[in-house]
């Protein structure tokens, strides 16, 4: 295969298992778990096939074209450290594959778990293999996303909500951050190239903008990764199943900070600003987590607060500045992944077979779970950083760094090692927590399960990570070394230190720290028994320091009371003083720009005024009038006065020779004024006069102030459309369009051709919030109650059903019929015709005036008759129209033309025309552009229909809630069965 393929593969892979997944049925359990595992294998095949080309120092590349012109491409990147993070995440992936398999309950929805997990591993991957920044902060937020689902999995649970909820909050926030730090980074680089910014350190770090790029960037690196502050989301994100904690919280999604820092530290480090920033908050991450974690009485809290202490270990190693350092980082994120991903899972197991996770309640297991005791003291040994273990060395690598490293502020550096040996000794503490209150001490009593070992293959993940925290803590170097240079050569270049994978480095400094800091948490261990023992949550001296409290004080302050006072000062209920803030500041900022600028004649002479147009123009302006001074309280004249204006503007586009406008202009006319009317029907009525609500000074004293916003409006406008008509710029866009139109879009209509192909884009974006803004309408109408005063039927209908009522011949809805007889037929017989007419518009619309916009408009008029004449019942006992599906399958076509030009070697939504011989007809030209157009079609006909169903059915809703209700008829109470022997009263 080629060299690239398995890039591709390793990223569409889990996405195409995740849709596999959630296809399949709730209880398809084993089915769903064979999926995932076999795509994870997968996928894991994929990463060991590109393993050659990197570990000879080879980068992996694959790029197809997006946005050549704003220098956006989809780009897909792997060197020896991405490659490092690929390994871990379908590695450690395929393990909590089978963990899952056990673990997770037969009454829950195992395809949904897997289908969110295998979507999570595809977003993680595109973190770690994207060659571009923008597509890196894309992924980045899918991750955010994804584990607020995985997170919220048991959303029947208030704490996986509110952990779900927090976790994305925070982490989304950060997502934010980091994109507007990828974008000054790209300013400052001229390009969102990762090749490029990683040869770019110099300009970087020189540039103006330097610290906020930095800022911004370690804002979503910190958040992710659970750095002080940001920390208090992941002990709540706990409330997950435990194979999410495994995998997200152990080697994946707090990880993805790290990498993000390790990546770009070739090009962000190495100033005072990366070093106070990334060192303190590792620092204070590193000693807090590991102190609070000490008093946890989870189990997985306790695992969660150790876990955000050693993340704050390898982001303090990462602030260092060092070569060395970043060495040690790189080797204790794969150290932590085994030992933290196998103690997860050991956890896990626990709760799974005994039924709780307090330590309070356990004690005395390893007579119950000898083999699971045995891998957990094994894990938690290497957590502790007990010789022999994999975590011993990596914590070495610590103590030597601290120990050696120089910066211009020496007494940070005084403090450092022995912060380093505190927080060593806390991890001594909570490590013999877990095993010594978990394992040893008196038989359990009153547990919700009898503790028993849990099946084979639930315990094998476990095995395999302990067993590798035992080979790379005997071989380092034979086992994880090659790695560990691959990846440190990838992300240090040249620049990469000679380091020593030894066990046995002499009876040095670091050895001695190891010895005392071991030493030290056994002692804190044994005099923390009393406190321990009377089971208080929360550790001393801080215990009042609770971030979740602060995160929602934090939350309420921004989304209630900051948001209630925004609203008293500058909301309304009411449209009309919205739209005035909205137009007055728009008039003040044309009016300043205007102030400072100047104005003055533009090289263009004007034209004579036609008095024909001129008479069409004041026509127009009347009915503009005319509807804004009736919109109030004659709503149905105002929306045919407004029609009025919107056929003047069509008008006027043809006399200017604009037929596409002129067209489109004409059918969002019908189609708009026809669904407005429709929802008209349900407006309350307004039953206030004019001046009412004051005297009738007040009154026209606000007329006229709304008045005089809404002429200065209308004439900054219409001198702003003066101005450009009257100036000539020194190159014409539109010159472009003209000559590129045929030659590049195989169209002759540059209109439509700038819509389906050189604007393809953004006309894609635009279909797409159609979309969402129909589906928006149709959820709302649903949940729509009209006001009472218009449920009542209209008095028309009820002199109609009175006399269809007072004929005992006829029946309710005769009249209505009899009298909408011949509009009626008229509009089926003309239905396939309208129907034609959008083909027609449809297949002529890339020569001339026409297109997919228009033909869908025209299809949603053959569908607005037959509901205005035949009525929703009629039409929907006949048409089965699925406007959802015609949506879905406008945005597949739209997107599976820019993905085929792809498929082409061309970037997105490039456009290919050739000529076609066709039987009968000949030779004609066909475009690619003709299925865009077609998709533009299907999204219009489904979003338009949308809302006019929601609207037909707010009809029913009405009729039925305004139908009278047959009296209830008294229940007859049965009669009592009489005694055995007795007769009942009238029997005989």
Not at 311 to 338: D, K
Not at 406 to 413: S, T
Not at 513 to 540: E, N
Request: net charge neutral.
């Amino acid at each position: 295969m080629p060299d690239a393929l398995p890039l591709l593969i390793a990223l569409a892979l889990p996405f195409a298992g995740a849709v596999a997944a959630g296809l399949l049925p709730t209880h398809a359990r084993n089915a769903a778990a064979w999926l995932a595992g076999g795509v994870t294998l997968v996928g894991l095949a994929m990463v060991w096939a590109a393993y050659p080309t990197v570990s000879a120092g080879g980068v992996l590349r694959l790029t197809a074209g997006w946005m050549p012109s704003l220098g956006l491409d989809f780009s897909l990147r792997m060197d020896g450290f991405a490659w490092l993070f690929a390994g871990l995440v379908f590695g450690v992936g395929a393990l909590v594959v089978v963990y899952a398999r056990y673990y997770m309950a037969a009454e829950d929805p195992v395809p949904r778990f897997f289908a969110f997990l295998l979507a999570f591993m595809g977003s993680m991957t595109g973190v770690v293999l994207s060659g571009n920044l923008i597509q890196l902060a894309f992924f980045w937020e899918l991750t955010s996303l994804f584990s607020f689902l995985l997170i919220g999995y048991w959303h029947h649970t208030a704490a996986a909500r509110d952990g779900a909820r927090m976790a994305l909050t925070v982490t989304a926030t950060g997502g934010l951050c980091l994109f507007a730090g990828v974008l000054i980074l790209g300013h400052i680089v001229g390009s969102y190239d990762l090749d490029a910014v990683l040869a770019a350190g110099d300009r970087i770090r020189a540039h103006p903008l330097y610290l906020a790029a930095l800022v911004l960037i370690l804002l979503g690196a910190l958040t992710k990764s659970a750095q002080f502050p940001f920390h208090f989301w992941l002990p709540h994100a706990m409330a997950a199943p435990t194979p999410v904690s495994a995998y997200l919280h152990s080697a994946t999604l707090v990880k993805a900070g790290i990498f993000l820092m390790a990546r770009l530290w070739p090009v962000l480090a190495g100033t005072e600003a990366w070093f106070w920033i990334v060192g303190s908050a590792g620092l204070a991450t590193l000693l807090l987590g590991a102190y609070i974690a000490i008093f946890q009485h989870d189990l997985k809290g306790l695992l969660a607060y150790s876990t955000i202490s050693h993340l704050g270990l390898i982001t303090l190693l990462l602030g260092l500045n060092s070569e060395l350092a970043m060495v040690a980082a790189i080797f204790h994120v794969i150290n932590h992944a085994t030992f933290k991903a196998s103690l997860f899972m050991a956890a896990g197991i626990i709760d799974h077979e005994t039924g709780t996770r307090d330590i309070r309640r356990l004690s005395g297991l390893n007579r119950f779970m000898p083999f699971t005791a045995r891998l957990a003291l094994i894990a938690a040994g290497a957590m502790a950083g007990v010789p022999l273990l994999n975590g011993f060395l990596s914590k070495e690598m610590f103590f030597a760094e601290a120990l050696s490293a120089k910066e211009p502020l020496p007494v940070f550096f005084d403090v450092l090692p022995v912060a380093a040996m505190v927080a060593s000794a806390f991890s001594v503490a909570y490590s013999l927590r877990f095993i010594h209150g978990t394992f040893f001490g008196p038989d359990p009593v009153d547990l919700p399960h009898k503790p028993h070992e849990p099946p084979a293959w639930m315990r094998f993940p476990v095995e395999v990570l302990v067993l590798a925290c035992i080979v790379i803590g005997i071989l380092p170097a034979a086992t994880v070394g090659p790695y560990l240079d691959m990846a440190a050569r990838a992300a240090l270049g040249a620049a990469t230190p000679e380091y020593s994978l030894a066990v046995w480095h002499g009876f040095n400094l670091p050895l001695i720290m190891s010895m005392a800091a071991f030493a030290a948490g056994l002692i804190l261990y044994r005099l923390l028994q009393s406190h321990l023992a009377k089971g208080i949550d929360g550790p001393p001296l801080i215990r009042s320091l609770e971030g979740r409290r602060m995160f929602e004080r934090t939350m309420v302050f921004l989304s209630w009371r900051l948001a209630r006072t925004a609203e008293g000062l500058l909301g309304t209920r009411r449209l009309q003083p919205q739209l005035r803030l909205v137009v007055t500041a728009a008039v003040l900022a044309g009016g300043w720009t205007v102030w400072t600028r100047g104005v003055g004649p533009g090289n263009l002479a004007p034209s004579g005024i036609d008095p024909v147009l001129a008479l069409v123009w004041l026509l127009g302006a009347a009915c503009a009038l005319g509807a804004a001074w009736q919109a109030k309280f004659h709503r149905l004249a105002a929306l045919i006065l407004l029609g009025g204006t919107g056929l003047v503007v069509c008008v006027t586009f043809v006399w200017f020779s604009a037929p596409d406008l002129a067209l489109t202009q004409l059918l969002v006319e019908v189609v708009t004024t026809i669904l407005l009317l429709l929802g008209l029907r349900w407006l309350p009525k307004r039953m206030d006069s004019p001046g009412s609500r004051g005297s009738e000074a007040v009154t026209l004293t606000r007329r006229l102030r709304d008045l005089g916003i809404a002429a200065a409006a209308g004439a900054g406008m219409a001198g702003l459309a003066f101005g450009v008509m009257t100036r000539f710029p020194p190159e014409l866009l539109a010159r472009h369009f003209l000559e590129l139109a045929y030659s590049e879009g195989g169209g002759t209509n540059v209109v439509n051709v700038i819509l389906v192909d050189f604007r393809g884009f953004d006309t894609m974006g635009e279909i797409a919030v159609l979309g969402v803004v129909a589906m928006t309408a149709y959820a709302l109408l649903r949940r729509f109650r009209p006001a009472a005063d218009s449920v009542d039927v209209p008095e028309q209908q009820r002199d109609q059903s009175a006399f269809d009522a007072s004929r005992p011949d006829r029946k309710d809805g005769d009249t209505v019929a009899d009298w909408l007889f011949i509009p009626s037929l008229i509009a089926r017989l003309l239905f396939p015709v309208i129907l034609l007419v959008a083909l027609f518009l449809l297949l002529r619309g890339h020569d001339l005036p026409g297109g997919g916009f228009a033909a869908g408009l025209t299809v949603a008029i053959a569908m607005i008759l037959q509901y205005m004449f035949g009525g929703t019942q009629w039409v929907e006992a006949r048409l089965r129209v699925l406007p959802m599906r015609w949506m879905g399958v406008g945005l597949l076509l739209a997107a599976g033309t820019g993905l085929g030009a792809w498929a082409a070697g061309r970037p997105f939504l490039t456009s290919y025309f050739a000529y076609s011989q066709i039987p009968v007809l000949g030779k004609i030209p066909v475009a690619s552009a003709l299925l865009f157009d077609i998709g533009v079609f299907a999204l219009v006909v489904g979003a338009t229909i949308l809302i006019l169903i929601a609207l037909a059915r707010q009809s029913l809703r009405g009729h039925r809630a305004s139908a009278p209700r047959p009296p209830e008829v008294p229940a007859v109470p049965e009669p009592v069965p009489a005694p055995v022997g007795q007769t009942a009263v009238g029997d005989d």
